[in-house]
């Protein structure tokens, strides 16, 4: 067995496997035809359940063989122009190739002493995001696994800093509340279409889902600031603590970038911690037009990137950013065996130390290279060909009789829904839409997401392919209505 271990006398064996892994990948990036096969659940979990793990079959080529039938056959290809589904970008290839260095090596980026360069090099990138950013020669942060931790990190860091903050400054007169006295009385603010793992977050932290205060969205789905004003002053009145206020760039349904200036200031006015889920968004960090819409993200205490949303790289890459590097001492614990507090003190520098996780993948290899590659620019450009072809989508759907479309959009994402002509039941176009969804998908011609807006079944396009044009969006529009009107046709003439 020890024939499988990589190391200086299974090199060429290396060489061969993966070479032949990739040839297949490549072969079947060139002949897909459609994102997916339209298999079900009940199609293929008997054929991996039936598969038994107790007995290998030994030859790689085998494997590869069986994987066809099990994974790559029936994959959602995001590559594949016509998946408009959730937030999955197509990959480029300068990062594919730092995974396969990454995986390789397999670095891990905890302490200096098991990654060395990778340290430096995610270091540099962080230096780098935070400068695009501008948050100061203060800032750092760390990669992280994705959006959800990275929010969570983030809303970490302002519970803590909110609790010192509280117990420090007591009103005169007033007795110094403990810790456990504090975290009852703390509220988030946030918009009602802000991601769910804000929520999620404030639950993990002690605080339940009720402490999150969701305020009310305006026309364009973006936070109302005049609300949150208020809400705000509510909070001081009932002598609450405002921990923290979470601004959206990029939301996951709308892909509207809340009011930034404003809601940094009204922040600053009742000492509440920014926190910028920038997650979708980020990509216009590098947008050679479009950089003015994260206008305001430079007063965040903290903020949340994705590359693997629209950099374009393969998940996961996302990373957690600070305006002030002292904050991170919140997840910070030093233990003898790995990161002890000397090591601190003689300028070692161990990422462990202001990570929530310890060991982690040398994920930033990816991004590095990338930009050593295409540049920020280059990166930048693809996503404006996104953006620029959701403004062009809007306007065929908006042209378009049989569809509603909620929002202009501000980034590249599209939400719309079937209305069919005449007098239709509401509950029978709420169900003609989520039924043309299911059945796009289980053709496998094309795919797409759906949400819920004030209650109705809605259909959405998330764009991030810039090999998309309006003509597939087009076809998957006919495509949508077509199976929308069956449904109809087929319901009305049973209740006739």
């Known amino acids: 067995m020890r024939s499988h271990l990589l190391n200086e006398t299974t090199a060429d064996l290396y060489r061969r496997s993966v070479t032949e892994g990739v040839e297949r990948v490549a072969a079947k990036l060139a002949s897909t035809q459609r994102p997916h096969t339209g298999i079900s659940v009940d199609e293929l979990a008997p054929v991996i359940n039936g598969i038994d793990l107790d007995k290998p079959l030994e030859d790689p080529a085998a494997v590869l063989d069986e994987l066809e039938d099990v994974y790559l056959r029936d994959a959602v290809y ?28 397999n670095s891990s980026l905890d302490t200096w002493d098991q990654s060395i360069g990778g340290t430096l090099i995610e270091r540099r990138l962080i230096d780098w995001t935070a400068q695009r950013i501008g948050l100061g020669p203060g800032a750092d942060g760390v990669f992280t696994s994705g959006g959800s931790q990275s929010n969570f990190h983030a809303l970490l860091l302002a519970r803590d800093e909110a609790c010192r903050s509280v117990m420090q400054h007591a009103p005169n007169g007033a007795t110094e509340l403990a810790k456990s006295e504090v975290l ?28 999150v205060i969701a305020v009310p969205v305006d026309r364009n789905r973006r936070m109302d600031t005049a609300v949150l004003a208020l809400e705000l002053e509510s909070c001081a009145r009932e002598g609450l603590f405002p921990m923290a206020v979470v601004a959206t760039a990029g939301t996951t349904d709308f892909g509207s970038i809340d009011p930034l200036p404003e809601i940094a200031r009204l922040a600053a006015e009742h000492s509440a911690w920014m926190h910028v889920d920038a997650a979708y968004g980020c990509g216009l960090l590098v947008s050679p037009t ?11 205490d903290s903020v949340t990137v994705d590359y693997h949303k629209s950099f374009f790289q393969p998940v996961s890459s996302s990373a957690m950013l600070v305006r002030d590097r002292d904050t991170l001492k919140h997840a910070t614990y030093h233990a003898d065996y790995l990161n002890p507090r000397r090591m601190a003190e003689e300028r070692i520098p161990n990422q462990v130390d202001k990570s929530i996780q310890t060991t982690r993948r ?24 996104v953006v620029d072809l959701a403004a062009a989508g809007w306007d065929l759907i908006d042209a378009d009789p049989r569809f509603e479309v909620v929002v202009k959009p501000q980034i590249s994402t599209l939400v719309f829904r079937y209305v069919p002509e005449g007098e239709v039941r509401a509950d029978l176009v709420d169900e003609a839409n989520l039924h043309a969804r299911k059945a796009l998908f289980a053709s496998g011609e094309a795919v797409v997401a ?47």
């Open 450 to 496: 759906g949400t819920k807006v004030d209650g109705d079944q809605y259909l959405k396009f998330t764009l991030l392919n810039p090999q998309t044009t309006t003509a597939d969006i087009a076809a998957v529009l006919d495509l949508l209505a077509a199976h929308a009107e069956q449904f109809l046709g087929e319901s009305l003439a049973v209740h006739r």
């Open 362 to 385: 040398f994920d930033a290899l990816k991004l590095w290279m990338t930009l050593r590659v295409m540049g920020a620019d280059g990166v930048g450009s693809l996503f404006d060909e």
């Open 184 to 211: 009852p009385k703390l509220r988030i603010f946030t918009s009602e279409a802000s991601h769910f793992s804000v929520k999620k977050s404030a639950a993990m932290l002690g605080l339940g889902y009720e402490a």
């Open 78 to 105: 995001f590559h594949h122009p016509r998946y408009l589904g959730h937030l999955n970008c197509p990959v480029v290839i300068p990062a594919v190739l730092g995974e396969a260095v990454l995986s390789a090596v």
């Open 290 to 300: 479009r950089r003015h819409l994260l206008d305001g993200i430079e007063h965040a």
